[in-house]
């Protein structure tokens, strides 16, 4: 199980509110602590803490890229309070288990990737995935930001250095020269950069919303390997045949997963004790490049 979350979320006291009748923990993400607090003269609210903050800012940096997705064009909850200690939002509703859903999703999603394509890969501000920064230093040259500040960045957490060996290591960076072999030369957009199915849910008239982002213009797909190689739930098979053929996906998508999510296996070795296969799933996509020259 992961070290944390801590037991226990700030009274709601402390930021202004004060009719907050109980809190209710929920589980389903890994980084934070979360429950819903029931108020007596005013809706719920979603509340997210840290026990012991990664750094100052990062509930900032989350509202933040809420509203950049918004003002994409997806559903995202309202952000009440962004504050150092502790994130509220608006409550959600879990999403629909509908094939339907799914469908409806593929084309939102299709349609923030289109929509918003950038002349550079990066973003204004670092910010962070889990309780991790993600670096997000502007680079023209999408294979150079992927290879730097989504793999490579993370050969020096504790953890990563010492699930993989000398070889991984090696065949990691031999792998990032190689990407522009690998993979093909695609555009910049804004990602969501988290996007698993855990963190997609409903607004009250079952419109997909998005939560937990962390943003920044990379290669759409990086969103996309996050759903295809986490599991999705059988009704979500839709999604994937309709948001391929709404971007004009080639053939070949399916063989890319595996290295674009790389960057995601890496972080979560990064970040937990149990990594959930990550540290098996990382050496098997590395095993090709390690008796590389």
């Not at 979500?236 to 960057?263: C, K, S, V």
Request: charged residues 25%.
């Amino acid at each position: 199980m992961p070290r944390f979350p801590p037991p226990k979320l700030p009274s709601l006291d402390n930021f202004g509110i004060h009719d907050v009748v109980a809190v209710e923990r929920v589980t389903g993400g890994l980084a934070a602590l979360a429950g819903i607090a029931t108020r007596r003269d005013a809706p719920p609210l979603f509340v997210k803490a840290f026990g012991d903050l990664p750094e100052d800012g990062v509930f900032a940096a989350e509202a933040e890229g809420l509203a950049a997705l918004r003002a994409g064009g997806m559903a995202t909850p309202d952000v009440i309070l962004a504050g150092r200690e502790v994130l509220l939002l608006s409550v959600l509703e879990p999403r629909p288990r509908t094939e339907t859903f799914w469908e409806r999703f593929a084309h939102e999603l299709a349609h923030l990737h289109t929509s918003t394509v950038h002349q550079r890969f990066g973003w204004h501000r670092d910010n962070w995935l889990g309780r991790r920064r993600q670096v997000n230093t502007w680079n023209d040259d999408g294979f150079a930001f992927f290879a730097e500040h989504r793999l490579l960045r993370w050969l020096g957490e504790p953890r990563v250095e010492a699930a993989l060996d000398a070889g991984d290591r090696a065949a990691l960076e031999r792998l990032c020269h190689r990407l522009p072999e690998l993979l093909p030369d695609r555009p910049a957009c804004l990602t969501h950069g988290d996007l698993w199915a855990q963190n997609l849910m409903a607004t009250s008239d079952g419109e997909p919303a998005l939560i937990d982002p962390a943003v920044s213009y990379m290669w759409a797909e990086v969103d996309l390997a996050h759903l295809w190689t986490t599991a999705p739930p059988p009704e979500a098979h839709r999604f994937f045949a309709a948001y391929a053929e709404l971007t004009a996906l080639d053939g070949d998508w399916r063989n890319r997963m595996p290295i674009i999510q790389l960057r995601q296996h890496l972080a979560v070795l990064a970040q937990f004790d149990d990594d959930w296969g990550a540290g098996q799933l990382i050496r098997a996509t590395l095993a090709p490049f390690r008796a590389s020259a």
